[in-house]
């Protein structure tokens, strides 16, 4: 992650993985309930075979007011990454969900 233009280093803890449809972890900013951040990616099917990628992060702890341009510039970062995975798709990327 970065901030303020300087790298940091989070702890990361993987809370779930069911390939290939899911993975989820929470990272924390030195001891958790300082500034944690929960990420997961999903990928749901319906019964008619439609694929759909999910990813939601939520932000939380006792430095999130002091850290809202992180969380802006993070989000930021995340929609540029699901329009690059968006793309890739939509120009005839082919998966198989099993």
């Known amino acids: 992650m970065r901030s ?16 290939p449809r899911q993975i989820r972890w929470i990272c924390c900013l030195w001891i958790p309930g ?15 075979g439609i694929r759909k990628r999910v990813q939601r992060e939520t932000f939380s702890g006792l430095l999130l007011p002091f850290l809202a341009k992180t969380v802006r510039e993070t989000k930021q970062e995340f929609e540029r990454m699901n329009a690059s995975i968006r793309d890739a798709g939509e120009q005839g990327g082919s998966e198989t969900i099993s």
């Open 4 to 19: 303020g233009g300087r790298s940091v280093t989070l702890i990361v803890k993987i809370l779930a993985v069911a390939p």
């Open 34 to 48: 300082l500034f944690d951040a929960e990420h997961s990616f999903e990928i749901r099917a319906d019964d008619r």
